[in-house]
């Protein structure tokens, strides 16, 4: 699954600690994410969009 999230992070002038603190994870969860190497949680994709101003379906891009 592809994310817009480093994309969505720079536009707020977010670093990825500060990301992980809002929404309650340690950093190296956000680096494995905006990789592609972590698939989130409901609750954690959510939170992630919420973070970023955006909606879940917004931030990830969903591969067929």
Not at 6 to 29: F, H, I, N, P, S
Not at 49 to 64: C, P
């Amino acid at each position: 699954m592809k994310n817009r999230m480093k994309e969505l992070r720079a536009r707020y002038d977010l670093t990825q600690e500060e990301l992980a603190k809002k929404v309650g994870v340690r950093r190296e969860t956000i680096v494995f994410l905006e990789k592609g190497k972590y698939n989130p949680s409901l609750k954690l994709a959510y939170d992630v969009a919420k973070a970023l101003k955006t909606t879940i379906d917004e931030l990830f891009i969903f591969d067929e």
